[in-house]
Structures are given as C-alpha cells and as structure tokens.
C-alpha cells in the first residue's frame, strides 16, 4: 500500500491508522526505497496530534462529513497532492459518531431524535459513500486497489439481541449496505478491487470512554492495537474478499 486515504484521521482509530501506516512504510523504504504518501481528512487538520500532524508523509485535508459539498473539494485538493492518473491503492473510511453533545445511544424508543438519526447517518454512512463517489477516478487504474469501512459489530441485523442505540446501530447497517451495494457495482468498473465492511473491536477511545464501566468484561485494544489488528486484516485482502464484512481478526461476522 503506498497511496492510502484515511478519512476521520482526527479520531483515535483514524490517527492510529495513519500513524501505524506511516511507522510501516519507513520500515519497507529501508529495504526497497519506494516512497509512500498517506492522505488525512478531517474536520479540522489542526486538532491531529503531533508529531502526527507534522510528519513528512502524512497530508492532511479538511473534510466534513455531514456536508455533502466537502468531497468536492477534497478532490479538488487532492488531485495537486495524487494525481487521478496515479490512482490511490487503499481508502480507508475511519470517521464514526456515537456520542457528542446532546447526541448519545438511546436506551428507550422514546430518547430517539431525527436530528440524532441524521447525524449519525452522515458521519457514520453517507460521508463514506459520497467519499467513495468522489474518489472513483483514483480507483479505475489496473492494480489491486482496497476500499475499506470500519463499521461496528453492533450494526449486524442479525447479531442484534439487545436493542437500543437505535441511531448508531441503523447508521452502521446503512454503512454495511453501501459497502456490499459497491462491492457489486465497484469490480464491473475498478476491477481488480475489493470493498469490504471491517469491525474494529472495542477500543478505548472517546467514543468509548462513556461506558468503561461496561466494557470491564471485554476485550478492549488500545487504539494502537486496534490500528495494527486492522491493518493486518487490510494487507491481507484480496479481490476474494470484495464484499466481506469481517472482524479485527479476520473472522466473518453475520450481516
């Protein structure tokens, strides 16, 4: 992978990603020489951490997922920093809203808001979509080429015994729903490639820090272990793959 998009680079996974992808590519480079570009997007490029924010191969682009005129112009930016021509390899779709402000997982049918259901659709489904619309042109070269979701167990239909989170979880089905609605369209236009709907695990993050004391009886990664879990998952991809919806650690996981 030497020309990856990571949108939600702000966020703990996001940044973890990027930072581990970095981390990776100096070790490569030492062996081979080949030199290789990660792309950020968030809201806000100046709340990246550093030495993050600074490093030489990481460029990062503001990007705001709940306004569907951002993806023009992060191609418009983009295409200074990678040509289309030069194609990207893997686009990883990190961006994901549980909690913030007066928005939080409702317990009850009845703490269940429209503005809640919005915005958890736009950051968590509709700004992946209308990213990978955008990036289309970055993807129609001859190689293997990765589009990848980091979506949530929780937003398997199936899976789904105990209720509630009704906005979250029905933002994430949408997301999985994209992701093999592409998955069929994307090889008749992009072949070879896979897009595939990936659960990171529970990481300890912002996002989870409102219910710790739940998580007490999980498993829980740091997002530096949840980066590296992913990414062995990613590099592990085929065009087999196209269409998946797989756990941190490459197993299956019901729709």
């Known amino acids: 992978m030497k020309r990856i998009l990571v949108a939600g680079v702000s966020g703990a996974i996001g940044g973890a990603l990027a930072a581990a992808l970095l981390a990776r590519d100096e070790e490569l480079d030492e062996k081979s020489g080949e030199k290789s570009i990660v792309i950020g997007l968030c809201r806000d490029p100046l709340t990246v951490a550093e030495p993050l924010r600074s490093h030489s191969r990481l460029k990062l682009l503001a990007w705001n997922a709940e306004d569907e005129r951002s993806p023009e112009a992060v191609i418009k930016a983009l295409e200074k920093l990678v040509p289309a021509v030069n194609g990207l390899d893997t686009f990883i779709y990190a961006a994901g809203l549980l909690h913030d ?120 990664h740091s997002a530096i272990e949840t980066a590296e879990n992913l990414l062995s998952v990613i590099e592990k991809i085929t065009p087999e793959d196209n269409g998946r919806f797989v756990s941190w650690d490459g197993s299956s996981l019901p729709w």
């Not at 919005?118 to 042109?137: D, E, W």
């Not at 695990?201 to 710790?212: H, I, M």
């Open 101 to 220: 402000g007066a928005l939080f997982p409702e317990k009850r049918l009845e703490e269940l808001q429209a503005s809640s259901l919005a915005r958890a659709f736009a950051v968590n489904a509709t700004g992946f979509v209308l990213l990978a619309q955008a990036l289309l042109p970055w993807f129609r070269h001859r190689d293997f080429k990765r589009m990848v979701a980091i979506s949530a167990k929780v937003g398997s239909i199936e899976d789904n015994h105990l209720g509630g989170w009704y906005a979250y979880r029905s933002s994430k089905a949408a997301l999985n729903m994209l992701v093999r609605t592409l998955s069929v369209e994307l090889p008749r236009r992009c072949k070879p490639i896979a897009c595939v709907a990936l659960h990171p695990g529970t990481t300890d993050s912002a996002l989870s820090e409102p219910f710790r004391q739940s998580l007490a009886q999980l498993q829980v």
